[in-house]
């Protein structure tokens, strides 16, 4: 039997956190293994684990389906449902409402919700959760930003060799969060299907407001960095697919698109760091960094980011050339951001490290806490068998159709623009899919790599 099974759903985020949590509980005497999302359709890893589970801990849980598509597919009827919950900051509009899709719905709220903050965990119990089962045990990812792991990080030289950028000018870091910029209105028209029509043009103005946004940045970050003679990393969301950029970057030889490696290690080695609306402005602060918010439009009450209020944004070209003479001037940090309403989201202490806690929490869990009652699941395995098995053959078919599509000599007589994004796309997912499950080797040579800070 194992006693934890950590699912994981975006690599560059979220592995060192969980190779600490897992260390900590090998450490402690129990056995831990890892699966990716990208693995939950795997026949080997359902045979692996299916029934051999005692807890399954998740990077986020909403409502019954993700209970039955991720944890009872995977591991069956495990004794508790921990959710590391990886999204806890929203908009205003998001925390306002508690019926929205990111708060825990039907039977997720039974399950036991690691909370990075009092903020957080009180938005939980507003959504259903038991106030016992909504647990502060603080923000795992601000982690390895402790003095602790200060020479965890690659040096500079080290990290700029590695991606072939010039040390003779300073760089700027842009942390993106530009999602849906890289898609066309008759591609959001098409995964929304039968949505409703207000919804259908709410969505597309805003794919417009962010492409208008993305494109006027990018225009604004050229011409900082060849005044000031600068180098541009461009940090693309992990759910972005920065064709925009990518393209800047064919034109632009200071222009770097770079996905790789945890935002943190770009942050503490950059020396200017700017965003849209990314919650990495979060890791700037605990890095002791500044982050400066760019925002050629004004973003409305209802989507900004709750941790950004009263933030100071810099709206025009002429206002981010002010900034940078400014850095120029006297090369000190700004924080812009309120540090009170910081920590009322992240209750992050160096003292007591928030990976610690979590371990702490999923160690007690038999002593303190009630088991995930599946009986009101309703789960029919042999239908549930049949209904799995038809999504993926639908998703197989489709995958088929697109690689085929994508054989070069096929794609080179496709005319239509829309297919030719569509299979663009397929390929970034796939290939992004295939990097994002960690192998064996690189979990071990993190384990190596931690091992060194471990307290």
Request: proline fraction near 3%; include cysteine.
């Given at each position: 039997?194992?006693?934890?099974?950590?699912?994981?759903?975006?690599?560059?985020?979220?592995?060192?956190?969980?190779?600490?949590?897992?260390?900590?509980?090998?450490?402690?005497?129990?056995?831990?293994?890892?699966?990716?999302?990208?693995?939950?359709?795997?026949?080997?890893?359902?045979?692996?684990?299916?029934?051999?589970?005692?807890?399954?801990?998740?990077?986020?849980?909403?409502?019954?389906?993700e209970?039955?598509?991720?944890?009872?597919?995977?591991?069956?009827?495990?004794?508790?449902i921990?959710?590391?919950?990886?999204?806890?900051?929203?908009?205003?509009?998001?925390?306002s409402d508690?019926?929205?899709?990111?708060?825990?719905?039907?039977?997720?709220?039974?399950?036991?919700?690691?909370?990075?903050?009092?903020?957080?965990?009180?938005?939980?119990?507003?959504?259903?959760?038991?106030?016992?089962?909504?647990?502060?045990t603080?923000?795992?990812?601000?982690?390895?930003?402790?003095?602790?792991?200060?020479?965890?990080?690659?040096?500079?030289?080290?990290?700029f060799?590695?991606?072939?950028?010039?040390?003779?000018?300073?760089?700027?870091?842009?942390?993106?969060?530009?999602?849906?910029?890289?898609?066309?209105?008759?591609?959001?028209?098409?995964?929304?299907?039968?949505?409703?029509?207000?919804?259908?043009?709410?969505?597309?103005?805003?794919?417009?407001?962010?492409?208008?946004?993305?494109?006027?940045?990018?225009?604004?970050?050229?011409?900082?960095?060849?005044?000031?003679?600068?180098?541009?990393?461009?940090?693309?969301h992990?759910?972005?697919?920065?064709?925009?950029?990518?393209?800047?970057?064919?034109?632009?030889?200071?222009?770097?698109?770079?996905?790789?490696?945890?935002?943190?290690?770009?942050?503490?080695?950059?020396?200017?760091?700017?965003?849209?609306?990314?919650?990495?402005?979060?890791?700037?602060?605990?890095?002791?960094v500044?982050c400066?918010?760019?925002?050629?439009?004004?973003?409305?009450?209802?989507?900004?980011?709750?941790?950004?209020?009263?933030?100071?944004?810099?709206?025009?070209?002429?206002?981010?050339?002010?900034?940078?003479?400014?850095?120029?001037?006297?090369?000190?940090?700004?924080?812009?951001?309120?540090?009170?309403?910081?920590?009322?989201?992240?209750?992050?202490?160096?003292?007591?490290?928030?990976?610690?806690?979590?371990?702490?929490?999923?160690c007690?869990?038999?002593?303190?806490?009630?088991?995930?009652?599946?009986?009101?699941?309703?789960?029919?395995?042999?239908?549930?068998?049949?209904?799995w098995?038809?999504?993926?053959?639908?998703?197989?078919?489709?995958?088929?159709?697109?690689?085929?599509?994508s054989?070069?000599?096929?794609?080179?007589?496709?005319?239509?623009?829309?297919?030719?994004d569509?299979?663009?796309?397929?390929?970034?997912?796939?290939?992004?899919?295939k990097?994002?499950?960690?192998?064996?080797?690189?979990?071990?040579?993190?384990?190596?790599?931690?091992?060194?800070?471990?307290?």
């Amino acid at each position: 039997m194992i006693d934890f099974l950590i699912f994981y759903e975006v690599k560059n985020r979220e592995m060192e956190s969980i190779v600490l949590l897992g260390n900590e509980l090998k450490k402690r005497g129990f056995t831990c293994e890892f699966i990716s999302f990208s693995q939950i359709y795997s026949i080997t890893m359902k045979k692996r684990y299916f029934g051999k589970v005692r807890v399954a801990v998740v990077p986020s849980l909403y409502h019954d389906k993700e209970i039955l598509h991720i944890v009872y597919r995977i591991a069956g009827k495990v004794d508790y449902i921990v959710n590391l919950r990886w999204e806890q900051v929203f908009s205003n509009e998001t925390e306002s409402d508690v019926k929205n899709y990111v708060f825990p719905k039907e039977n997720a709220v039974k399950a036991i919700h690691c909370c990075w903050g009092k903020k957080p965990k009180e938005m939980l119990i507003r959504a259903g959760v038991n106030d016992k089962n909504a647990v502060v045990t603080g923000p795992m990812h601000m982690d390895i930003l402790a003095p602790s792991f200060e020479k965890y990080f690659l040096s500079k030289d080290k990290l700029f060799d590695k991606f072939n950028i010039p040390q003779n000018r300073k760089t700027i870091l842009f942390i993106s969060s530009f999602v849906l910029a890289a898609y066309t209105e008759r591609e959001i028209e098409w995964y929304l299907g039968d949505v409703g029509g207000d919804k259908r043009k709410e969505l597309i103005e805003q794919l417009k407001f962010d492409k208008t946004s993305q494109q006027t940045i990018i225009s604004w970050l050229l011409h900082v960095a060849e005044k000031y003679d600068y180098n541009i990393v461009y940090r693309p969301h992990p759910a972005e697919n920065p064709l925009y950029a990518n393209e800047i970057s064919k034109n632009n030889a200071n222009f770097y698109v770079i996905s790789e490696l945890n935002v943190k290690q770009w942050i503490k080695k950059c020396d200017v760091v700017l965003t849209w609306v990314s919650t990495s402005i979060i890791e700037s602060f605990f890095a002791g960094v500044s982050c400066a918010v760019l925002r050629p439009l004004e973003i409305p009450y209802e989507r900004e980011m709750s941790v950004y209020k009263g933030i100071h944004t810099i709206k025009n070209r002429e206002e981010l050339e002010k900034y940078f003479d400014y850095l120029k001037a006297y090369n000190n940090n700004m924080f812009l951001l309120d540090e009170e309403i910081v920590l009322n989201y992240y209750d992050h202490s160096d003292k007591k490290l928030s990976y610690v806690r979590t371990a702490d929490l999923l160690c007690d869990l038999s002593a303190g806490y009630e088991k995930f009652d599946w009986n009101e699941m309703h789960i029919r395995p042999f239908m549930q068998e049949i209904k799995w098995d038809a999504e993926l053959i639908k998703k197989s078919l489709y995958k088929m159709f697109l690689k085929v599509l994508s054989v070069p000599m096929i794609r080179k007589k496709i005319q239509v623009k829309f297919l030719k994004d569509r299979i663009d796309s397929f390929l970034a997912f796939e290939k992004k899919n295939k990097t994002n499950i960690i192998s064996k080797s690189e979990f071990k040579a993190m384990e190596r790599k931690l091992s060194k800070y471990i307290r």
